[in-house]
């Protein structure tokens, strides 16, 4: 019943920016732990950054902080991530992830139980 949805990824010259946004459609009754991960070719899936159902904590990875920044609107139940900067090594297929009612989980994919199907995004130089 629950499906996510992400979209805004595009094709840009680096140092530009992107917004990509993710929204839960279906039974919502809960606060959801969403978080984005990246896969690009040849790499192994990547955890980008995670925000906690109340939106207290968050997390960015080390080779996007500065330059991205997620956040959330709990009454719309989406998520989205504010890529500026953008760099080639940036390129990847985006998703986005969520988890019901629980507790703070940050990056570990293995944990999170509903996945999008993802967004390309493309950063020329």
């Known amino acids: 019943q629950v499906q996510l949805v992400e979209s805004g990824g595009d094709s840009v010259q680096a140092g530009g920016s992107l917004r990509l946004s993710c929204a839960i459609a279906?039974?919502?009754?809960?606060?959801?732990?969403m978080a984005w991960f990246r896969q690009a070719p040849g790499k192994e899936r990547e955890g980008v950054a995670a925000i906690s159902g109340s939106g207290t904590r968050t997390y960015i990875a080390d080779s996007v902080k500065g330059r991205f920044t997620i956040f959330s609107d709990s009454a719309k139940k989406t998520a989205s991530l504010q890529m500026n900067s953008l760099k080639p090594e940036d390129s990847a297929r985006y998703y986005c992830?969520?988890?019901?009612?629980?507790?703070?989980?940050?990056?570990?994919?293995?944990?999170?139980?509903?996945w999008g199907q993802g967004t390309q995004v493309t950063v020329s130089s």
């Open positions: 279906g039974l919502i009754d809960t606060t959801y732990g």
């Open positions: 992830a969520a988890v019901g009612m629980s507790p703070w989980i940050g990056p570990l994919q293995g944990a999170y139980k509903y």
